[in-house]
């Protein structure tokens, strides 16, 4: 069966795949501790659960409206007016089974063949594979590791041509951990304004800030009728498999983008959106105490990554990801990920899995006890020890 040209144009995200390697290892008996996998180790809070059930009983179990239920969208626009300080009311919001669809029709709402897409490499891999499905020219903005993994703003600047249309951002980062910080940030919407840019901003680790404080480039004067802000309740309130993620956006950008929830996927569930009202209005306890492990366990693989030899690790601000170099080991990523699985039993990404800037890293999630972030960190005291 010959596949359209287009799907040769569409990558993958590599966690899931280590992810399916290291349970076929489990299969035959290895033990894996799983560093791969950027999904929160928690329960959903009882609370979010018990409005989930309750409206599947009540009957949430039919098509609600492609946008949203009107609650929900109210909902989130109160959330994002106070969270990021600008006015947006429920005709900004979409809701999408999760946040990749904000992202993949946004790129399709805006991106016509050859038009120029600006995104943070190394970085969430499915940024490039859907800008280069949809026609577009993935451009990448450089996160440098001697830069605490951000960007240069000047060259950044000599990067955009008339053909530029879009630029993603990603505060905190995934893979890196890293902030963008506000004075950046400002540089980033005044080169938006200046050259006509619409900005998709990937803000779903924004309570997932270990240091400082959360700043959207929508807050700037001029940005909030250019911004995109994707966000959602997988990470925040580990809500992953229940699919549910928004969209906060300009009007105009509303009804293309619900016409494409349409024709993909009709709607988000219904429950999952009774149960999202709950996330936001109940209490936050439990959403706080995964942060403050999150901000314990960072210490304790950094820490712990950098007491071995031939590796070097920043310390991310936000999300729960590590992001170290590890070329003094002699290894290339790609080598020491393979063999960090196969003889030691632990999963994690090669760097490369995020952008050609990844080169020479790994991304370790730290979703995942201590105690099995020690065992893991001995282990790789070992298999880089064999490798001297």
């Given at each position: 069966?010959k596949l ?15 992810l399916a390697?290291?349970r076929r ?8 501790i ?13 609370n ?24 929900l969208?109210?909902?989130i ?11 947006v ?5 979409v809701?999408?089974?999760g ?17 120029e897409?600006?995104?943070p ?5 499915i ?8 026609g577009?020219?993935a ?5 440098y590791?001697s ?5 240069d ?14 630029m ?7 893979p ?7 004075d950046?940030?400002r ?34 004067p ?24 928004y ?17 993909s996927v009709s709607c988000t ?8 009202i709950e ?7 439990e959403a ?19 007491a ?5 690790c920043?310390m991310?601000?936000?999300?729960f990801y590590t ?10 990523s ?10 030691a039993?632990?999963?994690c990404?090669?760097?490369?899995s ?5 080169k020479?890293f790994?991304r370790?999630?730290f ?11 001995d ?8 490798l001297?």
């Amino acid at each position: 069966m010959k596949l359209a040209d287009r799907m040769g144009r569409l990558g993958t995200e590599t966690a899931f795949e280590v992810l399916a390697r290291a349970r076929r290892l489990e299969a035959e008996g290895m033990d894996v501790i799983h560093l791969e996998i950027g999904e929160p180790d928690f329960d959903t809070p009882a609370n979010i659960i018990a409005a989930g059930a309750t409206a599947l009983n009540n009957g949430f179990t039919h098509y609600g409206p492609s946008p949203g239920a009107p609650d929900l969208r109210q909902r989130i626009a109160e959330e994002i007016s106070a969270t990021r300080g600008i006015s947006v009311s429920s005709d900004n919001v979409v809701v999408t089974p999760g946040g990749k669809p904000i992202m993949f029709f946004a790129i399709l709402a805006l991106v016509d063949e050859g038009d120029e897409v600006l995104y943070p490499n190394p970085g969430f891999p499915i940024y490039e594979s859907m800008i280069e499905f949809a026609g577009g020219v993935a451009v990448p903005m450089r996160l440098y590791e001697s830069r605490d993994f951000n960007i240069d703003v000047d060259e950044v600047a000599k990067q955009v041509t008339d053909r530029t249309k879009l630029m993603i951002i990603n505060s905190p980062n995934n893979p890196c951990g890293s902030i963008i910080g506000k004075d950046d940030l400002r540089a980033l919407a005044d080169l938006a304004i200046a050259n006509d840019i619409v900005v998709l901003s990937d803000e779903i680790y924004s309570r997932f800030l270990f240091e400082g404080e959360h700043h959207s480039v929508a807050s700037f004067p001029g940005m909030r009728d250019r911004t995109i802000i994707l966000d959602g309740f997988s990470k925040t309130y580990a809500m992953t498999g229940w699919r549910i993620g928004y969209g906060v956006m300009p009007q105009e950008l509303v009804e293309p983008i619900s016409r494409l929830v349409t024709n993909s996927v009709s709607c988000t569930a219904s429950f999952t959106q009774v149960a999202a009202i709950e996330a936001l209005n109940g209490p936050q306890d439990e959403a706080n105490k995964i942060v403050a492990e999150f901000k314990k366990r960072r210490n304790v693989i950094v820490d712990g990554l950098n007491a071995i030899s031939g590796i070097t690790c920043a310390m991310p601000k936000g999300a729960f990801y590590t992001f170290p170099n590890v070329e003094g080991t002699g290894q290339s990523s790609r080598e020491f990920a393979d063999g960090l699985l196969q003889e030691a039993g632990v999963a994690c990404l090669a760097g490369e899995s995020f952008g050609q800037f990844g080169k020479g890293f790994l991304r370790f999630s730290f979703a995942n006890s201590t105690e099995n972030i020690e065992r893991a960190l001995d282990r790789i005291d070992k298999y880089v020890a064999k490798l001297a």
